[in-house]
């Protein structure tokens, strides 16, 4: 979470910084971050609405016996995750692309925002799945075999979203 905090309000504020030198006309300019703003407000909805509806099955699926809350015990192999390892984090993903839009940053969106997607990919590959495979053994390996860690076709994304 403070991970998050940081890349969040250290990105706003360099790119704030950035565009208010690099692009001082477009900061000011109403119409830009009208558009910016309904569209990143929108996007926002969105991936709160995949996080909260990825995070419920799994919370329901994964979950045996008592546990502390955000841990699981069981590893979900249907729905949504059957065709893709990391839908929550798929969705969650987007969400430095929506507080971009919602500034209407351009330097955020174009290049903070995907350096902070990049570096959340690289923190999925080489924490959260060696902490997987610890927890599930070879049968998350096989699930690696069969599943792809994220999945761009649409029928896919629609699983993510759908309540």
């Not at 997987?132 to 076709?153: C, H, S, W």
Request: proline share 6%.
């Amino acid at each position: 979470m403070l991970i998050w905090v940081l890349m969040l309000i250290g990105g706003g504020t360099l790119s704030i910084w950035l565009d208010l030198r690099w692009f001082p006309t477009l900061f000011a300019h109403l119409v830009y971050h009208t558009v910016t703003l309904v569209i990143g407000v929108l996007l926002l909805r969105l991936v709160m609405r995949a996080s909260r509806h990825t995070g419920r099955l799994l919370a329901q699926l994964g979950r045996e016996g008592e546990l502390p809350r955000m841990e699981t015990n069981r590893l979900v192999t249907t729905g949504v995750y059957g065709c893709m390892r990391h839908p929550m984090h798929f969705g969650l993903l987007f969400f430095p692309w929506a507080v971009a839009l919602i500034l209407g940053s351009p330097t955020f969106l174009l290049v903070i925002a995907p350096m902070e997607m990049l570096f959340m990919v690289v923190m999925i590959k080489f924490i959260e799945e060696p902490e997987a495979i610890r927890k599930f053994g070879d049968t998350y390996r096989e699930y690696q075999k069969q599943v792809p860690m994220f999945n761009l076709n649409p029928d896919c994304w629609l699983q993510i979203l759908n309540d």
